[in-house]
């Protein structure tokens, strides 16, 4: 049997290019050799957006959209909806009781988010705890490898304490722990060039997006704003049209001659964001086709084999859990 | 309809005396007034004793069987298993949004029960947390009224912040404010005289204790150390066979007098116990009786049935939850 991988997104809108160079891709590689399971996780989701649920139920569909999109293909990977598993919420609240306020609070992930979400002293308890629901979503499906970002190894970590205290105590092994396969994929800045290319900052060029739109973001993108002059020098640092063309242009050499003519003058960004332009229209057009082909009601029937398939799967476990805590 | 009342204990030990006087001779008499829902809260208990499930789960059956011997009525009483109903886990998750860590952290009987309980930064997050599981116990029931001591008012009123943040994030008004029945009761303290009595100290008599143990456990009782001699006054104050005379003789004229003769002297501890022993005897024969008629399997089939229909209502609750949380 293949090793079980467990990955997903939050549905907080649609996915985009930094998505796509930091883990979509690479789910398009590992469902080869891993039983994938990909999560989309709407209740942690509410986790931070417990007062917008309208939001997050109408990104259900779009993110399974861009995942058929890109090319992950539901015969190889196990699509499923965390709120459909509520097998998860009870497993997270036995896992409550073996973790402590002062661990949680000590977590670095957590403890960064807290304050990028500027949550100060109104910290939502299940925000708080999410680290906890993330363990009982990896163990659930005895998922032994996790492909996360550096930033996130924390949460593996706390996955593997609750595990072998669970183990300990109730003197089982049954639940393995997880190993991180960490992401080299740095973050994809946003077309602003100020801060990785997010969801909420609208600083990002999404699968979805028309030909036009791109077209559109490609020339809002932020370049050298001293290179006033075609003739002028440029800056490549900082240069967002650059860093995008490293990331999809697939002709290497191309672009360090690009970069070179850019540096000594002589080369315009209408020029550098025309051809820009040109390989990310390449790069999205098969996405797009693909798109195109999906309908509502199909993607909805993977979603829901998806769902029921790890659901049974979950409630293997649950079984296993009751019948150790004793309930 | 009778409007309904959620109450109910964590089974981590036999019923007592202290129970009977402090809310189950209560309970018989609300199952005439109330939809009455008793739930034996296994999960609650996990929260401070995970690492003894067992124990737990030994005393689901004691529990329940203490219950039918006082006169609980299952045709009148839904007796549940809160663990069986995994729907409580599930909207317990989504309540915990709904409330900020610093929130739980200022909650009364939460501090009073870590300090009690000798937690110092070591507070498991189950604990912590355990508030919102109560809230979503008596939400999901739509339980109105909730029978507590002044101790646990601070439950009913995180309770009810929940409902109308919950109601008023969601437009929706289904869940409903509950409202506490105030027991009167005082706690009936220990035989050793020093605590109320509860099962952990080992200071109680059991409503299963056997006629010798109840003997046994009357002549350990506390009384006046300084009352040496029968001729001797004594004193009343913390004098735990006058304490437990006073709640369980049903003739208060002659407990008073009683009282009377052994301040001015004259009255033998060894009297009064036996006066004592005859009233608990007398008392608990009949629910022993009844303990006797008990079989096993019928116990089980009760719990089984009443948490089937709680189960279908919690079901029914979780249903619209799910619909407003868009998940």
Redesign the interface.
């Given at each position: 049997m293949r090793p079980r991988i467990l990955t997903g997104d939050r549905p907080t809108g649609k996915l985009h290019l930094g998505h796509y160079v930091g883990s979509l891709q690479n789910r398009v590689a590992l469902q080869n050799r891993y039983d994938q399971y990909i999560m989309i996780a709407?209740?942690q989701a509410?986790?931070d957006h417990?007062?917008a649920?309208?939001q997050?139920?109408k990104h259900i569909l779009e993110v399974a959209k861009d995942y058929l999109s890109v090319g992950i293909d539901p015969h190889k990977t196990t699509l499923l909806?965390q709120?459909?598993i509520?097998?998860i919420?009870?497993l997270?609240?036995?896992y409550?009781?073996?973790?402590?306020?002062?661990r949680?609070g000590r977590n670095p992930t957590v403890k960064s988010e807290i304050q990028q979400k500027g949550f100060k002293?109104?910290?939502?308890?299940?925000?708080?705890?999410y680290p906890?629901?993330q363990a009982a979503d990896i163990t659930i499906f005895q998922a032994e490898w996790i492909p996360v970002g550096a930033d996130q190894l924390p949460m593996i970590e706390q996955t593997n304490e609750i595990v072998r205290r669970f183990n300990r105590?109730?003197q089982v092994d049954f639940l393995k722990e997880c190993q991180a396969i960490l992401s080299a994929t740095p973050r994809l800045v946003g077309i602003d060039g100020k801060s990785k290319a997010t969801k909420t900052l609208g600083n990002a060029i999404y699968l979805s997006d028309s030909p036009e739109t791109i077209k559109q973001k490609v020339f809002q993108m932020y370049t050298d704003p001293n290179h006033l002059k075609v003739s002028d020098p440029g800056s490549i640092e900082g240069n967002v049209v650059f860093t995008y063309l490293d990331a999809f242009h697939t002709d290497k050499e191309a672009v360090a001659s690009l970069k070179k003519d850019y540096q000594r003058g002589g080369l315009g960004d209408v020029t550098i964001k025309n051809i820009l332009n040109d390989t990310l229209q390449h790069w999205l057009a098969p996405m797009r086709a693909q798109r195109e082909t999906l309908q509502e009601k199909m993607v909805w029937e993977i979603l829901h084999e998806g769902t029921q398939s790890a659901r049974k799967l979950a409630q293997k476990t649950m079984q296993h859990v009751?019948e150790?805590?004793?309930?």
């Open positions: 709407d209740v509410l986790t417990f007062n649920p309208q997050i139920k909806i709120s459909h509520p097998e919420a009870e997270t609240i036995y409550l009781n073996l973790v402590t306020i002062g949680l002293d109104e910290i939502p308890a299940g925000f708080f705890c906890v629901n105590i109730y009751r150790v805590v004793g309930v």
